[in-house]
Every structure is written in C-alpha cells, then in structure tokens.
C-alpha cells in the first residue's frame, strides 16, 4: 500500500520544526543564510535542505493573510525524475518512496529539469558532485516509524497514511468545513498524482505552487521513446531501399553511358 | 604517397596555429582545475540552471558533426558520386565534432570517473540514455569510416579493403544512429512540459531537430571544406559545394513549413509575435539559420562564389548554435524551488573557466583537423583512391 502525507496548510503555524527535524534526522548541516526581505529561511532546497518551509503573504478578501507551506520532494505518482535519469538511478517505490541510488548516478543532472517541482539539488561545492533530496524517510519506514518531519510537527498539519486514506481525509475536511478551505486537493492530479498532498485556504496559484494538469512529466516524450524501436526500424529500411533504387539507377545510366 | 606534409604554412598561418595550441594549453589547463576543485567553484552553474554553455554546445555541435552522416547519405545512400572528394573530409569533421562533445559532456558530469554508468544502467525510457548509446555507436562507426584513411597512410591495402567491403552496412548504421539521436536531442525537452517556452515545446521538435542536423551537415561541410582548403592553399571546388548548398535549401524550405505548419496549428501564433525575449530569439534564429539561407542560396551568383557559399553556410550554422542555445537556456524556466523574490533575479552567464574550457576544446579540435589532413589522406590529391 502506497503511503501518502497530508498537508493541510490551516494548520500550519510555520516553526518549522519540521526542517529542523529533516536537517537533524538526516545530519545535514546547518546553512549559512542572508536577509532576503522574505521569512523564507534558507529561501530554496539545497543539497544540504530537503525541506523548507514557505511563508506566503496572501491577501484575500481585502485581508492580508499568512499561509505556510511546507515543501519537500512530492514522491511523485509517475515520477518525471525517474523518467528522465540516464542510468536509472532514481525509481518509483510501491511503498511510495521516490528513492535515489547514488552509487548509479553520474551526476548529468537531467533529473533538476524532469523535475516539475525543482526538487533535486546537486552538490555544486564537491569536486564529486551528486543529487540530494529528500528521501520520505525510507529508513525510518523500514523500522515502522513516520517521517522525521511528521513526527516532529506539532500542530498536526501533516498527517500520514495510505494514499487512499489521505484522499478520503482531504475529502472529509473539505466537506466538513467547506467555507475554510479552498476545494482543491493538490496532489491528487497533478503530473499524474503525488505522495504529497495538500489541501489550502486560497487557490494554489497563490502560493506559487506549479500549474499542472494530470498529465506525467513524460507523456509526450515516453510515447516517442516507446517508438524508438519502430524509427529504428523505419531508418534502416528507407536507407537500404534508397540505396537499391539509386544503384539502380545510376548502373542503368552508366550502361547507356 | 602524396601528402600536403611539403606545404608548410605562411607566417600568417604560423600565427594562427600558434595562438589555438595557446587556447587549447590554457582549455587543458582550466579543465584540469575544474576536475580537481568542482563544478561549484568553476562554473556559473547552479540548482537554478543545471546546464549552460557546455551543455549548449555540446548539442550545436553534435548537429554541426551532422557532416558526417549527411555527407555519407548523399554518397553512398544516394549515390551522388560526384560529392566522393567531400567524403573524407565530412568524416574527420564528424569524428572531431563527436571527441569534442564526449570531452565536454566528461568535463561537465558530476561524476566524470563514471562516465560509463550508462553502458552498464538501463533506463530505456530517458532520452539521455538512447543518446549516451547512440553517440556511442556512432563514434565507433566513425573511427572506423576514418580508418581507411591511416591505414592508407601507413600502407596496410589489405585492412583498408576489409573495411571498404563493409563500407555500405557501416554508412546505414551511421545514418540509423545519426537519424536516432539527432531526433532523440529533441524529444530530451519533450520531458519538460512545464519549463520549456511553448516556442521551442513542440511535439514536432524532434523533427525539427533532425531536420536541422541535416541543413547544419551540409553547412558545416562547405565551411569546413572552404576554411580547410584556404589553410593549404589549394582552390575551392565551388561547383561541388554550390551543389549542396542547393540541396540544402530544399532542406530549409521543409523546416520552415513545418516550424511555421506547428505554430499555426498549435495556435502559439500569439507567443511568436509577443517580443518579448523568447519570441526575439525564436525570430533571431529563424531569420539567420533558415530565411536568410534559403533566400540566398536560391541565387546561383551566390552558389558560385566562394565568398557567398561561406559566409551563408556561417549563417546556417549559427541559426542552429541559437536554436539549440534557446532550447536549452532561453526556453528553459528556472528549474530550482525558491522565493519568487530570488527565482526571478535568477540569472546565469558562464564563468571565464566555463569558456576556457570550450574554446580549449574547440581549438583543439580545429588543430587536430589540421594536422589530420596535411598528414593523412583527405583531401582527393592526396588519396590514392576515389574513397
């Protein structure tokens, strides 16, 4: 069964222990940050940041409103990373997990622009550089625990289960309170569907959530490598025919000649 | 044996070579210092743009390398004899095209001690997987089209006759693997649905993209052949390349209906027309690579100048660097998740280094074709057959 979080943004106060706790559980170092005029802090993923927390100021309603966002790899459905990797070193796991086999990657970095959500991020300072992101915990998952992050959320904002039970919760909290929420789950669609889902008070666009219809990264490009076999195919046979009409036709003028 | 080995060069040409082996030295020296410190340190790359001018001219020039597999359709595939004199040349311009590209793609990966991954990792369903292979296979087919041409040299007839008897497989596998991942570079930002400008996402695009590699074939072999003739001083064959330069505008003509054919039929008439800078590229690049050519070389005064056949093959050929650079930066929208307030300075030119290396590279490239046809034979004097 494929597990799933939920985010219900109504309920997030932005304390970001969760980023504490991914940075913590997975000891990746603190970053040195700047003032960027933003709450956002640091203001994008990292090798070394797997989650961030984003503060949106959204003015609904002639009111000014905060919605925070937690971030993170969506462990996407039909991933357009796994779709696009050279060596197949990033797959889609039934449990849910988009996992990264680093000992495979040759570190070409066509995953950063299969991904729509600019997930992966590369170790840019090491003379050796790979791609780093969020794991969903599988080594927690193993042992029977829920991800760093939604173990250390404390206004439960984020919820875990199957993907199946998250969308029915999503579902519920929209009908049980319909005025509080925006109706849309994101997740539940988009690029095909993700792990990750999140249910908002304003539309996602506000929060600058990517616009995506239900469509795989890869569908127009999977349907032509699937044809791969069939150019191949095409290539060799005009060639030879070309070649057998054009000798033809040239011995045939030579014999006149 | 004759070679062009007797012809040394003018002081002019002295200086020229003197000032790309300098180029080359310091692309030798800034690519060693890039491997040992790191793309971080060297490169203007970053989470927001993972590729820039390497990525951008690896893909130009394997379109530009395009010489090779166009030049042996036209001869052996159609059986256009009389283009037989280009035919080695073409070859030595793929096989050197190609080296640069593997080069660079090595210089550029994270992890370049496992360039190989992609031999021993299957993921058929990645772009970059079918191209790793392709370029693969086809670099190999290319040694052994160039082959024939040491071997001659070095007067081994009978190995030069084991190959000359496979030379017809050899050439439809060439163009199979050409015809591949020329197409296959395109599909690469099919992927991409979401970052790439809806001028250059198209389902046709790996059309386009072949149908460029073969315009670029024929323009990169007229420049070459006129640029490497000039160095030894012997006289341009203008009637041969006019004759491809004609050909080509059949070529360009088919683009440009299938370029414009896409946009109608797409309805992004709108975004071609907008000026912002997406569609001042779009109308950059289609003007200089595919109208301006097929404009002037459907004049014969210019088919039969040397000048003209020069300088409207540069066109062609600059036309498909930018397609292939808006492809991969104009059209790409940052890729990294951050603040809107930082993804929008987001910006990316490449660091001296980056330059460095690519000119190094393509100096290399251009000293070793040299060297290639005053000692080997590729020019017809000097080849002992019609091969």
């Given at each position: 069964?494929?597990?799933?979080v939920l985010v219900d943004l109504t309920r997030c106060i932005g304390c970001r222990s969760c980023q504490v706790a991914c940075?913590?559980?997975?000891?990746?170092?603190?970053?040195?940050t700047?003032c960027l005029g933003a709450y956002d802090n640091p203001p994008s993923f990292?090798?070394?940041t797997?989650t961030v927390v984003q503060f949106n100021e959204v003015e609904q309603a002639d009111r000014l409103q905060w919605v925070f966002a937690k971030r993170q790899?969506?462990?996407?459905?039909?991933?357009?990373?796994?779709?696009?990797?050279?060596?197949?070193?990033?797959?889609?796991?039934?449990?849910?997990?988009?996992?990264?086999?680093?000992?495979?990657?040759?570190?070409?970095?066509?995953?950063?622009?299969?991904?729509?959500?600019?997930?992966?991020?590369?170790?840019?300072?090491?003379?050796?550089?790979?791609?780093?992101?969020?794991?969903?915990?599988?080594?927690?998952?193993?042992?029977?625990?829920?991800?760093?992050c939604?173990?250390a959320c404390p206004t439960d904002a984020l919820t875990?289960?199957?993907?199946?039970?998250?969308?029915?919760?999503a579902?519920?909290r929209i009908?049980?309170r319909p005025h509080k929420y925006h109706g849309h789950i994101y997740g539940?669609?988009?690029?095909?569907?993700?792990?990750w889902l999140y249910i908002s008070p304003v539309p996602f666009e506000e929060l600058g959530f990517p616009?995506?219809?239900?469509?795989?990264?890869?569908?127009?490009?999977?349907?032509?490598?699937?044809?791969?076999?069939?150019?191949?195919?095409?290539?060799?046979?005009?060639?030879?025919?070309?070649?057998?009409?054009?000798?033809?036709?040239?011995?045939?003028?030579?014999?006149?000649? | 044996?004759?070679?062009?080995?007797?012809?040394?060069?003018?002081?002019?040409?002295?200086?020229?070579?003197?000032?790309?082996?300098?180029?080359?030295?310091?692309?030798?020296?800034?690519?060693?210092?890039?491997?040992?410190?790191?793309?971080?340190?060297?490169?203007?790359?970053?989470?927001?743009?993972?590729?820039?001018?390497?990525?951008?001219?690896?893909?130009?020039?394997?379109?530009?390398?395009?010489?090779?597999?166009?030049?042996?359709?036209?001869?052996?595939?159609?059986?256009?004899?009389?283009?037989?004199?280009?035919?080695?040349?073409?070859?030595?311009?793929?096989?050197?095209?190609?080296?640069?590209?593997?080069?660079?793609?090595?210089?550029?990966?994270?992890?370049?001690?496992?360039?190989?991954?992609?031999?021993?990792?299957?993921?058929?369903?990645?772009?970059?997987?079918?191209?790793?292979?392709?370029?693969?296979?086809?670099?190999?087919?290319?040694?052994?089209?160039?082959?024939?041409?040491?071997?001659?040299?070095?007067?081994?007839?009978?190995?030069?006759?084991?190959?000359?008897?496979?030379?017809?497989?050899?050439?439809?596998?060439?163009?199979?693997?050409?015809?591949?991942?020329?197409?296959?570079?395109?599909?690469?930002?099919?992927?991409?649905?979401?970052?790439?400008?809806?001028?250059?996402?198209?389902?046709?695009?790996?059309?386009?993209?072949?149908?460029?590699?073969?315009?670029?074939?024929?323009?990169?072999?007229?420049?070459?052949?006129?640029?490497?003739?000039?160095?030894?001083?012997?006289?341009?064959?203008?009637?041969?390349?006019?004759?491809?330069?004609?050909?080509?505008?059949?070529?360009?003509?088919?683009?440009?209906?299938?370029?414009?054919?896409?946009?109608?039929?797409?309805?992004?008439?709108?975004?071609?027309?907008?000026?912002?800078?997406?569609?001042?590229?779009?109308?950059?690049?289609?003007?200089?690579?595919?109208?301006?050519?097929?404009?002037?070389?459907?004049?014969?005064?210019?088919?039969?100048?040397?000048?003209?056949?020069?300088?409207?093959?540069?066109?062609?050929?600059?036309?498909?660097?930018?397609?292939?650079?808006?492809?991969?930066?104009?059209?790409?929208?940052?890729?990294?998740y951050t603040v809107p307030a930082v993804s929008e300075?987001?910006?990316?030119?490449?660091?001296?280094?980056?330059?460095?290396?690519?000119?190094?590279?393509?100096?290399?490239?251009?000293?070793?074709?040299?060297?290639?046809?005053?000692?080997?034979?590729?020019?017809?004097?000097?080849?002992?057959?019609?091969?």
């Amino acid at each position: 069964m494929s597990r799933a979080v939920l985010v219900d943004l109504t309920r997030c106060i932005g304390c970001r222990s969760c980023q504490v706790a991914c940075k913590s559980w997975n000891d990746n170092p603190a970053e040195q940050t700047k003032c960027l005029g933003a709450y956002d802090n640091p203001p994008s993923f990292s090798a070394d940041t797997w989650t961030v927390v984003q503060f949106n100021e959204v003015e609904q309603a002639d009111r000014l409103q905060w919605v925070f966002a937690k971030r993170q790899c969506m462990h996407c459905e039909h991933p357009g990373c796994v779709a696009v990797c050279t060596v197949g070193a990033l797959t889609k796991t039934p449990e849910g997990p988009v996992v990264y086999e680093a000992s495979r990657c040759i570190g070409c970095r066509y995953c950063q622009y299969g991904c729509p959500f600019g997930v992966p991020s590369f170790e840019w300072d090491k003379p050796l550089g790979l791609i780093r992101k969020c794991t969903f915990c599988v080594d927690r998952a193993e042992e029977g625990y829920e991800t760093a992050c939604v173990k250390a959320c404390p206004t439960d904002a984020l919820t875990m289960g199957t993907r199946h039970e998250m969308i029915s919760e999503a579902h519920r909290r929209i009908n049980a309170r319909p005025h509080k929420y925006h109706g849309h789950i994101y997740g539940e669609k988009e690029a095909g569907g993700t792990s990750w889902l999140y249910i908002s008070p304003v539309p996602f666009e506000e929060l600058g959530f990517p616009m995506l219809d239900g469509e795989p990264m890869d569908y127009a490009s999977s349907v032509i490598m699937n044809a791969t076999p069939v150019t191949l195919a095409a290539a060799v046979g005009v060639l030879s025919g070309l070649y057998w009409l054009t000798k033809k036709k040239s011995q045939a003028a030579e014999e006149e000649g | 044996m004759t070679t062009l080995a007797m012809r040394k060069p003018s002081t002019t040409g002295k200086i020229v070579l003197a000032i790309l082996a300098l180029v080359a030295l310091l692309g030798v020296g800034t690519g060693i210092y890039r491997l040992v410190v790191g793309l971080g340190a060297t490169t203007n790359l970053s989470d927001a743009f993972p590729w820039g001018l390497w990525i951008g001219f690896d893909f130009s020039l394997i379109a530009f390398a395009g010489a090779g597999f166009t030049l042996a359709a036209v001869i052996y595939i159609l059986n256009l004899e009389q283009y037989r004199p280009l035919a080695r040349a073409s070859v030595l311009t793929g096989l050197l095209g190609y080296t640069a590209v593997l080069v660079i793609l090595l210089i550029d990966l994270g992890r370049p001690d496992r360039f190989w991954g992609f031999v021993v990792f299957w993921n058929y369903h990645s772009p970059l997987f079918e191209i790793s292979w392709c370029v693969l296979l086809y670099t190999t087919v290319l040694a052994l089209e160039f082959a024939p041409m040491l071997f001659e040299r070095f007067n081994k007839p009978n190995i030069v006759k084991a190959i000359h008897s496979i030379t017809i497989p050899l050439v439809i596998a060439g163009v199979t693997l050409s015809t591949l991942h020329q197409s296959t570079l395109g599909t690469l930002y099919l992927a991409l649905p979401n970052k790439t400008d809806q001028l250059w996402w198209t389902w046709v695009l790996p059309l386009l993209f072949y149908v460029s590699s073969i315009g670029m074939g024929l323009a990169a072999t007229i420049f070459v052949w006129i640029l490497g003739s000039k160095a030894f001083g012997r006289d341009v064959e203008v009637d041969l390349l006019g004759g491809l330069a004609k050909g080509s505008i059949w070529i360009w003509v088919f683009y440009l209906v299938v370029r414009g054919g896409d946009l109608l039929f797409t309805g992004d008439m709108a975004a071609v027309f907008a000026f912002d800078s997406q569609s001042i590229w779009f109308w950059i690049e289609t003007i200089i690579g595919v109208i301006l050519p097929i404009v002037l070389f459907s004049r014969a005064s210019i088919r039969a100048s040397q000048g003209g056949l020069f300088i409207v093959s540069l066109m062609a050929i600059v036309g498909v660097f930018m397609n292939r650079f808006n492809a991969t930066l104009t059209a790409q929208a940052v890729t990294q998740y951050t603040v809107p307030a930082v993804s929008e300075v987001a910006s990316y030119s490449p660091s001296w280094i980056e330059y460095s290396v690519q000119f190094g590279v393509l100096a290399a490239v251009a000293l070793a074709w040299y060297f290639a046809a005053r000692l080997l034979p590729i020019f017809p004097e000097t080849a002992k057959e019609g091969h």
